[in-house]
C-alpha cells in the first residue's frame, strides 16, 4: 500500500511552486491537458493566489511520498451550489510514474471531494489515449459519461477524443460499503 501525505500548494513555498510548474509544463504532463501549451510564471501565480480566495472554485495539493513531493491533485470549476466539481492529478516525477502513486492520489481526491468539500458528484475528463488512467478511473468507480469525438489535437498533429467520466457521492458510498451523507 502507498502511503502518501496532501499539502494545500497555496500554503507552500515559492520553490514548491516553481517546481510544481515544472511539472505542469513538462511534456509528458502537458500533453496530456487539454490546454497543452505552456503556461508562464504570472499565469501560475494568479492560479495559486485564487486559491487563497475566501470561496475558491479552484483548490490543488501537493502529493508527497516518504517527504519526497510528487505530483499533484485539485478539485477544479467547483460548484458550491450545484455541489460538483472537476478533479485533475498528475505525477510530476517520471520514475515513480506506474508504481501505484495514481491509484492512492485518486483514493484522496475522492476522500477530499466527497468527504472533506461535501460535494455529490465528481467528474473529470481523459484523452482517449491515455488508457491506464481510464482504467484506474473506471476501476475506482467512475462512469464513462461522454464522448466529445476528435476533440483534442496531440502534440503529433491526429485528434484525440475527450471522455468523460463520472462518480456520484452514493455511489462511492456504496462501493465502499458505506450509507451515503447528504452534502451540506
Keep these: 500500500m502507498v502511503n502518501l501525505s496532501f499539502h494545500p500548494i497555496a500554503e507552500e513555498t515559492e520553490e514548491m511552486w516553481r517546481l510544481v510548474l515544472e511539472w505542469r509544463n513538462s511534456p509528458p504532463v502537458r500533453f496530456q491537458m487539454l490546454d497543452q501549451s505552456p503556461i508562464d510564471w504570472e499565469t501560475h501565480c494568479r492560479w495559486i493566489g485564487s486559491q487563497k480566495e475566501p470561496s475558491p472554485n479552484s483548490l490543488a495539493r501537493v502529493a508527497y511520498g516518504g517527504g519526497r513531493p510528487l505530483g499533484v491533485i485539485s478539485l477544479n470549476r467547483i460548484d458550491r451550489k450545484q455541489s460538483h466539481s472537476d478533479w485533475g492529478m498528475y ?92 452534502p451540506q
Excluded at 118 to 133: E, H, K, Q
Excluded at 159 to 180: I, V
Design 91 to 182: 505525477i510530476g516525477v517520471p520514475e515513480l510514474r506506474g508504481r501505484g502513486f495514481g491509484n492512492a492520489m485518486v483514493d484522496e481526491i475522492l476522500r477530499w471531494g466527497f468527504d472533506e468539500e461535501r460535494l455529490a458528484r465528481l467528474y473529470t475528463s481523459v484523452l482517449s489515449d491515455n488508457v491506464a488512467a481510464l482504467g484506474l478511473y473506471l476501476k475506482k468507480g467512475f462512469r464513462l459519461e461522454g464522448n466529445w469525438r476528435n476533440h483534442v489535437m496531440a502534440r503529433d498533429g491526429r485528434y484525440l477524443d475527450l471522455l468523460w467520466l463520472g462518480l456520484q457521492r452514493a455511489e462511492w458510498s456504496e462501493k465502499r460499503g458505506q450509507t451515503p451523507s447528504s
